[in-house]
């Protein structure tokens, strides 16, 4: 038995941290709000194309999120297109950014953090 792709990922927030990261993974990752189960729990399911690959829920009450502070998660990568367009958007939007080149792959690779201190990896592939 063996996993055979990434589903998606959740990220657990207070309400209005939970709608800052809606809005920024919408804005600066190109992800879109869509389709979510009607749980108890209030949340968004953000897709990339027709997969929800990111899961925003809200904190229960008197639950305790440290933000900023991740311990073992380090980042959460993503395939895009338009390396350019986006490197302008993240410019625009004062997101501070690193570029990465690799050779190896011909990929060329942005990383940067969300409102919550997350990381993200954008990868590009050789077009970029």
């Known amino acids: ?35 979510r189960p009607a749980f108890r729990s209030r949340g968004y399911w953000l897709y990339a194309d027709d997969q929800d690959v990111l899961h925003l829920t809200q904190t229960r009450a008197g639950e305790i999120r440290e933000v900023g502070s991740v311990p073992t998660f380090d980042h959460v990568a993503f395939t895009c297109e338009n390396f350019e367009a986006m490197r302008a958007a993240l410019t625009a939007a004062g997101i501070a950014y690193e570029i990465e080149d690799v050779p190896l792959t011909d990929q060329r690779q942005i990383f940067f953090r969300d409102p919550a201190g997350n990381g993200i990896e954008l990868n590009f592939g050789s077009k970029a």
């Open 1 to 35: 038995m063996s996993a055979i792709g990434l589903n998606h990922y959740n990220i657990r927030a207070p309400s209005p941290l939970l709608e800052e990261l809606r809005d920024f993974y919408c804005a600066m990752v190109g992800l879109r709000v869509g389709a």
